[in-house]
């Protein structure tokens, strides 16, 4: 009897303990294509923030992020399309400029500032950005993945695509630049004057320092997080 | 034979009891924290199916047991201790086996809930002076006494008579619903959505009440509802009232301390917050009407196959029969300024984002063309974070902060002084707009209770709204500043339009 009641404690003993072990937390998986950055130029964890960029392994290029935080890199603001003299100047709306915005404000500010450690930000061509869009992953969520590129709204984005034939409703101003819409998924030519949003891209010249599992990666452990406006 | 039939009877009990022991504990982690430790050994998923299975099951039993006793009128035999202990053990499964279904039939406000935990947990102990000392007493023997079961005596007609009443009895719980008369209004009847029932519809209007339970920080955890509805030939209104004696509008405030700005929270970096939320009612609805939230619940902390785990280990809703239940949740400070309620949906399990740390299964805001209420931080962190918007002047936290009289943070102007608290929602746009604005609300809260009106088409184009039609079975949940932890109830709200 004495061997039936140390055996039975035993086994109480087996699953207390299995129960009181500490259970680590499933762990973040990397993105197959994409990487956060930090906006001093750090790659980050997939659920580590806040970050300023993201890169693109597939393409090799750098994207600036878009905030809501009423920097120059607010997702609110728009541009006219305006790029080395051609287009049409500050028809945009930004809080950043004394007058309104334009394409080549955000390409000067940014560069200005180094986001992410570069500075050689320019508008997108239509084949890099359109390379972005994917399917929605949730209802009416944009044609991107969006828990990299937040903030990404429902409309026009511009790239450096120009002299391209305007549609026949926008016949009087004959040529226009080319825009991805991230609510479809589509691409159009618009007017130069048209308030279109902007995501700048790079081409970051220390790639490699980006890669996944880098030396500096591991010097930033602390997981943080942004609930999102729609948690409970 | 009769030794053959309580052997049968003592077999499927064992089974039954463990079954509803391991998932009705399962079912209690999401109110009582501690029962958490025993997470690692309880099952996950949709238990409540296992629960009421094996209720059912125990019930059948149970009377089984007292035919038996009938027929068979022999005395108890063991020992004194053992009978003594068996009629402990009646008189818990007794007590279980009624609270049990009293919590089925939402029957709940003498503390059902309660005493079904606490018998329980005597059921525990029953197993303990009982099973354990038979197998302290007898070891391997005890075994080989009670699974062999000789053919020739086997009671065949008993198991049969099992196999059929159960799964019948069973089926008979899947239909559990209590109903709300949707009364006609007059073409012409005006209706305001004010938070106020003084329009004279709501006055000559029946109400049902339905008791909830199982919320954090409302009065033992109750709180009952007052429900009624009107509808005409566009719309539904519906009418709630419940008691919460707490009237919270501090949503996460923002603290500045001796190291900067940070959230006041204690549970919302799991997002489990418990204490800085503001209160919040939800309503689901279904074409369907089953138990445990019509089969939406999925409890533990990773319920779903190839599916992230959730942070605090409690579960989530997800739909796994492919249809959509609508789900409208009204936030005492996030929607009620936009006079409406967050229109949300439970579907099939999301694709999980790399980027994103919470994993909602298939709870998800329907879409929306443009608005949102945003929170005041640019980046979340239990040790800090940066405000996007700073108040001119210092204002309650118990608010929406507003766009005009607050300025973009600069750490330069931010000369507040340690201790001051400020709003963390912030409208930066206009109020939803598309399919997640389907659902117009407004609640006000006076002397203990919170009276909400809710107004909602009775058809919309969207794939993610269930249609306002007879038959529809509605659940409802109040949250007192709680981000998760709702007051439930199990039977369903059946509605019933008048013609």
């Not at chain 2, 099951?57 to 005395?75: A, G, V």
């Not at chain 2, 918007?389 to 902060?401: A, E, F, K, S, Y």
Request: overall charge neutral.
């Amino acid at each position: 009897m004495n061997a039936r009641i140390v055996s039975s404690l035993l086994i109480l003993a087996a699953i207390t303990l299995y129960c009181s072990i500490e259970r680590a937390t499933e762990p973040s998986h990397e993105h197959p294509r994409y990487t956060k950055i930090s906006a001093d130029g750090e790659p980050l964890k997939p659920w580590q923030g806040p970050w300023a960029c993201v890169l693109d392994h597939q393409s090799n290029l750098l994207w600036e992020v878009k905030t809501d935080n009423e920097s120059i890199h607010d997702g609110y603001w728009t541009y006219s399309w305006f790029n080395n003299h051609a287009g049409e100047e500050n028809l945009g709306d930004c809080y950043f400029e004394p007058a309104r915005c334009d394409t080549e404000d955000l390409v000067r500010h940014t560069n200005r500032h180094g986001l992410c450690g570069v500075k050689n930000w320019r508008l997108p061509t239509h084949t890099e950005l359109q390379s972005l869009v994917q399917a929605p992953t949730r209802p009416s969520s944009t044609h991107i993945a969006h828990d990299y590129f937040i903030h990404i709204k429902h409309g026009d984005y511009w790239t450096s695509d120009s002299d391209d034939q305007l549609p026949a409703h926008f016949e009087q101003f004959q040529m226009g630049g080319k825009a991805v819409n991230f609510h479809t998924g589509q691409s159009m030519t618009l007017p130069y004057r048209n308030a279109a949003f902007t995501m700048l891209v790079s081409t970051a010249p220390n790639l490699t320092a980006f890669r996944f599992n880098t030396p500096r990666l591991s010097n930033r452990t602390s997981v943080i997080t942004q609930p999102k406006e729609n948690d409970k | 034979m009769y030794r053959s039939t309580f052997l049968l009877l003592h077999l499927f009990i064992i089974i039954t009891v463990f079954t509803s022991l391991f998932s009705g504990l399962r079912i209690a982690t999401v109110t009582h924290d501690s029962f958490l430790l025993l997470s690692p050994i309880l099952p996950e998923g949709r238990v409540h199916f296992w629960h009421m299975l094996s209720a059912c099951t125990l019930t059948i039993l149970s009377f089984s047991y007292l035919i038996y006793r009938k027929k068979n009128k022999s005395p108890p035999t063991g020992s004194k201790y053992h009978i003594f202990i068996n009629q402990f053990g009646y008189l818990v499964f007794v007590a279980s086996l009624i609270t049990g279904w009293c919590v089925y039939f939402n029957l709940t406000q003498f503390n059902a809930h309660t005493i079904h935990l606490i018998s329980a947990l005597l059921i525990i102990a029953y197993l303990i002076l009982h099973s354990w000392v038979y197998v302290i007493q007898y070891g391997k023997k005890l075994i080989k006494r009670l699974l062999f079961i000789p053919k020739r005596q086997f009671p065949w007609v008993c198991l049969l008579a099992l196999l059929l009443a159960t799964p019948l009895f069973f089926y008979l719980t899947l239909h559990n619903q209590t109903f709300l008369q949707v009364t006609s209004l007059k073409p012409q009847t005006l209706m305001e959505v004010d938070g106020l029932d003084t329009e004279e519809a709501w006055q000559n209007t029946p109400s049902i009440k339905v008791h909830t339970i199982g919320g954090a920080n409302f009065i033992d955890g109750q709180t009952t509802v007052t429900i009624k509805a009107l509808h005409n030939q566009h719309e539904t209104f519906f009418l709630f009232k419940w008691q919460d004696p707490t009237h919270s509008l501090a949503h996460l405030p923002l603290e500045k301390t001796q190291d900067g700005w940070k959230v006041k929270e204690n549970g919302f970096v799991n997002f489990d917050e418990r204490k800085h939320y503001e209160d919040k009612f939800a309503v689901m609805l279904s074409h369907t009407c089953g138990n445990g939230a019509d089969g939406t619940t999925h409890l533990g902390k990773k319920p779903l196959d190839n599916k992230p785990n959730n942070w605090h280990g409690k579960g989530y809703h997800a739909s796994v029969d492919g249809n959509i239940r609508d789900l409208w949740h009204w936030k005492a400070v996030r929607t009620n300024d936009m006079v409406l309620a967050d229109d949300n949906f439970i579907g099939p399990p999301a694709q999980p984002l790399h980027g994103q740390r919470r994993y909602s299964a298939g709870y998800l805001p329907d879409g929306k063309e443009s608005g949102a209420y945003v929170m005041n931080w640019q980046w979340y962190s239990q040790t800090g974070v940066i405000p996007k918007r700073l108040p001119d002047t210092l204002t309650t936290p118990n608010q929406v902060l507003p766009w005009f009289g607050s300025s973009a943070y600069q750490s330069a102007k931010d000369n507040y002084p340690i201790g001051s608290q400020i709003p963390s929602v912030l409208y930066r746009s206009n109020r939803f707009e598309g399919d997640r604005a389907d659902v117009r609300a407004r609640g006000h809260w006076k002397d203990g209770v919170w009276t909400l009106e809710l107004v909602r088409k009775n058809q919309t184009s969207s794939d993610h709204d269930v249609a306002l039609q007879n038959g529809i079975c509605m659940w409802v949940s109040a949250f007192d500043h709680s981000q998760i932890a709702h007051t439930r109830h199990n039977a369903a709200i059946a509605l019933r339009y008048s013609l």
